[in-house]
């Protein structure tokens, strides 16, 4: 109960605006919106045309690709679907972008890049984490205050300060997130004691990953506020970086004491990176972290997401729970809108 109202406290912020929640969803709609319309979408559906005629016509070959984003735009009023076909109700115009206040220049860019993606996409031809969107932006976009109130609500939600050993943070992009959880540990006093935490950061984007490895120091001397010296003395205890696939990680059967992931489990195959995730914790180890379950993920974020080669897009709670139990799981927990969940090993 307490760790629950520990994880709301930290994300309660991201709610305080109550046109929050609305303006992330009007921003990437109209991102969505204007993108069609560049491809010629609404000219061509001022009259009624089925999901085969819009293939036909525009050279799609991605069914459930193109399903999905008609799915959107007919839930948000944009097409209307009637007889199995789909038209506009009258010309559409170009739609106003305004960012919400909690986004930065990257995240801003990393957005109106992916959505260029999407007609190559329709055509089957996916992209890369970094490729349209550029890794330069997510560097950026990975600063943002979001990330760091979530991955604390995570923190909250757990007894992980609590715990030592090995530690791998999956998905760990430019590593920022990485030095601030051996921040956490560094303020406990761990990396001094008999029984330090030994932490590890995967990610699957080689320049992320490079990022990470290069700007690890930097990144925790300005979190902590301390000296670079400080930060260089305790080199052996610096987070090992390492190049890899959530879904078939470069480790040992129950190598970890605990595994955590932040916004991740959506860009990969999130059912065979549980199980790799269980495999190679330890019996009695945690698995922790955030995923914006399904529904919370915006249906326009999920496009975007979905880009992205071996994307799985919005996951059901209760499929990561199940997935979880049968890779070993005994218990399994979640919490507040941000998803943190707990999962502990048998
Ligand atoms: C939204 S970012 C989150 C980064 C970090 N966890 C944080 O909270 O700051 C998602 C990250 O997952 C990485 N990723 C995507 N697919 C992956 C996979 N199959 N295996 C490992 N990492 C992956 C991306 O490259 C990216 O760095």
Request: proline fraction near 4%; hydrophobic fraction near 40%; aromatic fraction near 14%.
């Amino acid at each position: 109960m307490l760790s629950t109202i520990g994880a709301w406290a930290e994300i309660i912020w991201l709610l305080t605006s109550k046109d929050r929640v609305k303006m992330v969803h009007e921003y990437h709609q109209a991102l969505s919106v204007n993108a069609m319309r560049r491809e010629g979408w609404f000219d061509y559906m001022r009259m009624p045309q089925t999901v085969e005629d819009l293939m036909d016509h525009f050279g799609y070959t991605d069914f459930p690709y193109l399903m999905k984003f008609l799915d959107a735009f007919v839930h948000d009023g944009i097409l209307i679907r009637e007889n199995g076909t789909y038209r506009t109700n009258g010309p559409i115009a170009e739609y106003p972008i305004n960012p919400p206040d909690i986004f930065n220049a990257g995240i801003l860019q990393v957005h109106a890049d992916a959505l260029n993606a999407v007609p190559n996409r329709l055509k089957g031809v996916y992209t890369t984490f970094s490729d349209e969107m550029n890794t330069f932006n997510w560097d950026d976009t990975l600063q943002l205050k979001m990330y760091d109130k979530i991955r604390k609500a995570a923190f909250r939600f757990t007894d992980a300060l609590k715990r030592s050993g090995t530690f791998l943070d999956v998905g760990c992009g430019n590593g920022v997130g990485t030095a601030a959880i051996w921040g956490y540990y560094y303020k406990k006093g761990v990396f001094t004691s008999n029984n330090p935490v030994k932490i590890y950061g995967l990610e699957y984007d080689p320049n992320l990953m490079q990022i990470a490895d290069a700007e690890f120091a930097i990144s925790a001397s300005r979190l902590l506020g301390v000296d670079r010296s400080v930060i260089d003395a305790l080199k052996e205890h610096h987070p090992v970086f390492v190049q890899g696939n959530a879904e078939e990680l470069p480790f040992e059967d129950e190598f970890f004491d605990m595994v955590y992931t932040s916004q991740v489990l959506h860009w990969c195959d999130a059912k065979k990176a549980t199980q790799d995730i269980l495999r190679v914790l330890k019996p009695g180890g945690l698995f922790f972290g955030t995923e914006a379950f399904y529904p919370i993920l915006d249906p326009h974020i999920e496009l975007f997401i979905l880009l992205n080669e071996g994307a799985y897009g919005a996951i059901k709670k209760e499929d990561f729970f199940q997935w979880a139990k049968e890779a070993g799981a005994s218990t399994a927990k979640s919490a507040t809108p941000a998803g943190v969940f707990k999962v502990v090993k048998n």
